[in-house]
């Protein structure tokens, strides 16, 4: 038996033996193989497919750096940047050698965290001083300084180490096109021969990738800032359509018709259009948005813009889409009823009557016809009652009426079973409304992930998301991605690109968009109200100048007077600034203005003026932020606080008080330590008013205070940091409340950042350093909260926490700074 056993066991290690390398062969080639479908995948532009056999394969070796910076490039191609740039840096750490990942990953942070870029390239060109692709990535992130003399030499370096690749003579061309554009910004002449330059550069990128669209587009864009070189730029456009057709892709085709087509619109052809636009329909018959502007361009030039439509029709008798767009020409064209028949017409011929019917809706809401859209729902409701577009009509209809929430209800019933692009957009709407980030941010990242090439409207969602979450790398991401998407950022979000830079600690960037955009008459004024805002201390007179040239423009706009008088409070000018309120107050009364003429005053020591200006703005508008607060200092300065709180007692008695004075009320209860009191007013100012944003700040406060209550009063502190994104009590508030859920770092964060929100020269609360020293304490970081009592005990301004904090820096002295820390 023993001898049996023995022989046993070695008859099964043998054949352990020889079945593992079969099983190491097949999981290799079970591996190599989800990697080489995934790669098909990506290069057809199927994404979702190519993730998941790039997750297989990584299922299949957790530790590959392949797989997972595969998965980076492709959620990188989706948008995803943020899911990115987590396998970016798991493919590093798995192999610190993946220069790739590195480079990569640079290219995705160059704005939001230039110096993780630099880190990245830095250490990818010690390891690898022949990298040609990180020269290039140092040439990119000198571009993203302005630093154009760096960005040329990188690039050349770049070419010098690998002379046969197209890639680089194209980023030559560009770094030439930056120089352009900062000479002519500096307003200094441009040589011929940097225009030259540039066209060489991309002339000799095309020659080397044997012909490229990109290339050919960037040399008619060169010309096209070349004073008297117009019939180059028309030439090479006709020649990358032409390359394009001959062998482009589809995309490339109809990216190269686009640019024919802008430079048309900019050049005021209507010939050279309306051939673009025959090329578009032709390579694309389905893009009835092409149709739409080819049939405005024949009416345009006095041909029949319905003769378009009905070569669509013909082309496409079907498509309830074609008959969508003519239903809106006819609308455009004042014949409301045709365009309604041609949608009933569109749900009996058409392959899809249901979506005929919700297009039906959607005019009718868009003709502010409600009630013709109600019945067109219930048709659409009894004759389809299972099809999600009968939710996703009635949706519309309640964003129209101002009903997000039913909204939401009818879009997760349209969604429930079905996906649907349009309904995840105005799912990310609705919720958007209501204050739901993270279901829009989900809702808008699906509808984008359900289309091959998102809309121009989905992406200016995202961005809207994301500046209401004030995630502002994100915000630029997706600003990066609605201009390469429609070749140019549209003016009203420009600020918004500015202040995405400012707010990522680029501000020399930031700073040169608000600089181009003063250039610009349509967005002088909101560039110069910006600049001053962001720039007015440090260079007061380039803000004086663009603010005076802006209300030359626009005479009594409130944001650009307001911003003067900011600017001559800060050159301790009162009196100018007082001039300009009453001016503009003269000419008409804005409680915003009143509300700034009431805080000159209480800075000037007129406090009885101060007060009848506030109780002015408080009576006109009893919702304006920072009336209460002010009017509550000037009767603690007065010593009247207990009149005002008898005035405002007597007024709740008689039921004569509204929302703004009850939030008056409240703080002055909490002036006078009687929390309860000042709680129960914040709930009825807000029972009054929902939308009052420093009640539901102080209501979270109270709540935070008392330790009651903490997920209501994280929602009111969320909700009250969206309506006043930029007010250091309100961020604060939501720190405090972060501290009292026992999240320490996110607490750090908000009270760094309400420091940070501070205008300069201001004086800053203590109450924030107080606190920041308390989450500093949390966290075990004792040196730095011993920083931040000591430093809000030294401000010479008294705050109700000032006992409390000197026994905590008593106890974090006495406790010693943690061997971690350092100050901060």
Not at 258 to 274: H, Q, T, W
Request: a negative charge; proline letters at 5%; hydrophobic letters at 45%.
């Amino acid at each position: 038996m023993h001898t049996r056993s023995s022989l046993r066991v070695v008859v099964f290690a043998a054949l352990a033996a020889c079945a593992l390398p079969l099983a190491c062969r097949s999981s290799e080639q079970k591996y190599a193989s989800h990697l080489d479908r995934g790669l098909g995948f990506e290069n057809q532009g199927k994404y979702e497919e190519a993730l998941l056999e790039y997750r297989n394969a990584l299922q299949i070796q957790p530790s590959s750096a392949e797989a997972n910076y595969r998965i980076a490039r492709t959620l990188s191609e989706k948008g995803k940047f943020g899911d990115a740039l987590f396998f970016y840096k798991e493919a590093q750490r798995v192999d610190p050698t993946r220069s790739d990942a590195a480079l990569a990953e640079a290219k995705l942070v160059l704005f939001q965290d230039p110096a993780r870029a630099e880190e990245l390239i830095r250490n990818t060109l010690e390891r690898e001083p022949d990298n040609a692709l990180a020269h290039l990535r140092a040439a990119e992130l000198a571009l993203s300084k302005n630093d154009t003399d760096a960005a040329l030499a990188a690039v050349m370096t770049a070419i010098e180490l690998d002379p046969k690749d197209g890639l680089y003579p194209h980023n030559l061309g560009v770094v030439q096109q930056a120089r352009i554009r900062e000479l002519g910004t500096k307003g200094q002449p441009i040589p011929d021969s940097l225009f030259q330059a540039a066209v060489d550069a991309f002339q000799k990128a095309d020659q080397l990738y044997g012909g490229n669209v990109e290339s050919k587009l960037m040399i008619a864009r060169t010309y096209l800032r070349w004073n008297g070189h117009e019939k180059e730029v028309e030439a090479n456009l006709r020649s990358a359509v032409a390359y394009a057709k001959e062998k482009g892709s589809r995309d490339e085709q109809k990216k190269a018709i686009r640019a024919l087509l802008d430079y048309a619109a900019l050049s005021n052809n209507p010939d050279l259009r309306a051939w673009g636009l025959e090329e578009f329909v032709a390579v694309d018959p389905a893009a009835v948005g092409a149709w739409a502007e080819l049939a405005q361009e024949a009416d345009a030039q006095g041909r029949s813009g319905d003769a378009v439509y009905q070569r669509l029709l013909a082309a496409r008798p079907k498509d309830v889409m074609a008959y969508a767009t003519y239903a809106v020409y006819l609308a455009t064209k004042g014949k409301a009823t045709e365009a309604f028949a041609a949608l009933d017409d569109a749900a009996t011929k058409s392959d899809d009557p249901a979506t005929a019917l919700d297009e039906k809706t959607k005019l009718e809401v868009q003709l502010k016809q409600p009630e013709q859209a109600k019945a067109t729902i219930a048709r659409l409701q009894k004759e389809f009652p299972d099809n999600p577009r009968a939710s996703l009509a009635a949706a519309r209809l309640a964003l129209y009426e101002n009903r997000p929430a039913d909204a939401v209800s009818a879009l997760q019933r349209a969604t429930a079973n079905s996906e649907n692009a349009e309904a995840q957009l105005l799912l990310s709407v609705a919720e958007l409304n209501l204050g739901n980030l993270e279901p829009a941010t989900a809702a808008i990242d699906r509808a984008i992930s359900l289309v091959p090439t998102p809309m121009a409207q989905m992406l200016r969602q995202k961005v809207a998301v994301h500046a209401a979450a004030r995630d502002w790398p994100a915000v630029l991401q997706a600003l990066n991605k609605l201009e390469t998407a429609t070749g140019a950022l549209a003016p009203e979000l420009r600020p918004l690109l500015a202040q995405g830079l400012y707010e990522t600690r680029n501000p020399e960037a930031g700073r040169q968009v608000l600089m181009r955009m003063m250039t610009d008459p349509a967005t002088l004024p909101t560039a110069a109200v910006a600049f001053a805002e962001r720039e007015g201390l440090r260079d007061p007179q380039t803000a004086y100048t663009h603010l005076e040239a802006a209300q030359a423009a626009l005479p009594g706009e409130p944001p650009i007077t307001a911003a003067l008088v900011h600017l001559d409070l800060g050159a301790h000018k009162p009196d100018k600034a007082m001039q300009r309120l009453d001016a503009a107050l003269a000419r008409k009364e804005v409680p915003a203005l009143r509300l700034l003429r009431a805080q000159v005053l209480a800075s000037k020591g007129d406090l009885a003026g101060a007060e009848a200006d506030a109780k002015r703005v408080l009576e006109e508008d009893p919702n304006l932020p920072g009336t209460a607060d002010l009017l509550v200092a000037v009767y603690t300065a007065r010593g009247n606080t207990d009149a005002a709180l008898r005035s405002l007692e007597s007024m709740e008695t008689a039921g004569t008080l509204h929302g703004g004075a009850r939030e008056l009320l409240a703080r002055l209860y909490l002036a006078h330590g009687n929390e309860p009191a000042a709680r129960a007013q914040f709930e009825k100012a807000l029972s009054d008013t929902p939308n009052l944003a420093e009640a539901k700040n102080g209501l979270a406060f109270l709540l935070a205070s008392s330790n009651t209550d903490l997920d209501r009063a994280l929602t009111l502190a969320q909700d009250a940091q969206r309506q006043l994104p930029n007010a250091p009590e309100v961020t604060d508030t939501l720190g405090y409340v972060y501290l009292r859920k026992g999240l320490n770092e996110a607490a750090i964060d908000r009270f760094r950042y309400a420091l940070e929100l501070v205008p300069s020269g201001a004086t800053v609360s203590p109450s924030i350093l107080y606190h920041l020293g308390l989450a500093y304490a949390a966290s075990g970081k004792n040196q730095e909260a011993m920083d931040a009592f000591e430093k809000a005990l030294a401000s010479g301004t008294s705050f109700p926490e000032a006992d409390a904090a000197r026994k905590e820096l008593e106890r974090v002295r006495a406790a010693g700074a943690s061997p971690s820390a350092s100050p901060s």
